[in-house]
């Protein structure tokens, strides 16, 4: 934006001063007023010429930086999903029962060096409901990619434990898949509920739909409706609550 206005305040800087010029050859009368025509016709092309060339500078380097973020991209390591066959069969063992997650003696810092977790240990069993609370800046967002294997620990380890069999894994990411969020403002679309649903999961089943919206306590109200999963839904959940839209 800054430098659209000032290429356009050079631009009638220098078409202004192509006037005052011609005007003072012909006062002087070096020139006929025909002369000073043509040249004013002429630097006016000239100028919407140069105008347009210079116009491209803040294209081209939008173009490059944008270029470097996408390199940048690229250029991230790939990560580990080598373990999703153990973590498919992990969580089969353990969907009755649920599975718990454990830190212990997690320590984390930033790149900068700024000390996160020192030690932490962390405990969340299936079915529990836990709080990660503070103040901003303590850390709450950096255990949460911890969890999900977004961020690396320094020290300690972070595993999961079916509740079945006690069996343990680590939290890498092929575990990620094992956990779910809801945020805060709902996504629903226009359409149906299993239009909505399956924006997730193509694949799935009406009777796999019926499970989760069960499982996500929403199946009490979806049922009471006139063609259940098949009603229609407005737009960010338009006809539902704000805690109905949100399951």
Not at 45 to 50: D, E, I, N, Y
Not at 68 to 83: A, Y
Not at 136 to 156: D, V
Not at 157 to 175: N, Q, Y
Request: glycine fraction near 12%; charged fraction near 20%; aromatic fraction near 8%.
């Amino acid at each position: 934006m800054a430098t659209s206005i000032l290429l356009s305040i050079v631009g009638l800087a220098v078409s202004y001063s192509c006037y005052g010029f011609g005007i003072y050859r012909v006062w002087s009368g070096a020139i006929s007023y025909g002369t000073m025509t043509m040249f004013l016709s002429l630097s006016g092309s000239l100028t919407g010429t140069l105008n347009q060339l210079v116009s491209l500078v803040p294209t081209a380097v939008s173009l490059t930086t944008s270029a470097g973020r996408l390199m940048d991209i690229l250029d991230m390591p790939k990560e580990d999903f080598s373990d999703a066959d153990q973590v498919e069969q992990f969580a089969g063992q353990n969907r009755s029962d649920g599975i718990g997650i454990v830190f212990s003696g997690v320590s984390y810092a930033y790149h900068n060096g700024k000390q996160v977790f020192c030690g932490a240990d962390f405990l969340a069993r299936p079915k529990e409901i836990v709080a990660l609370v503070g103040p901003s800046g303590e850390g709450k967002t950096t255990m949460l990619r911890l969890m999900l294997g977004l961020l690396h620990p320094q020290e300690g380890e972070r595993i999961l434990i079916g509740e079945t069999d006690g069996e343990k894994i680590a939290v890498d990411p092929s575990a990620r898949r094992l956990f779910s969020y809801v945020p805060q403002g709902n996504t629903m679309f226009s359409g149906t509920i299993a239009e909505n649903m399956r924006n997730v999961r193509p694949e799935a089943s009406d009777e796999e739909i019926c499970e989760v919206l069960k499982a996500a306590c929403a199946w009490e109200f979806v049922e009471k409706l006139p063609d259940g999963i098949y009603s229609m839904v407005g737009e960010r959940g338009g006809g539902f609550s704000e805690g109905q839209a949100q399951r």
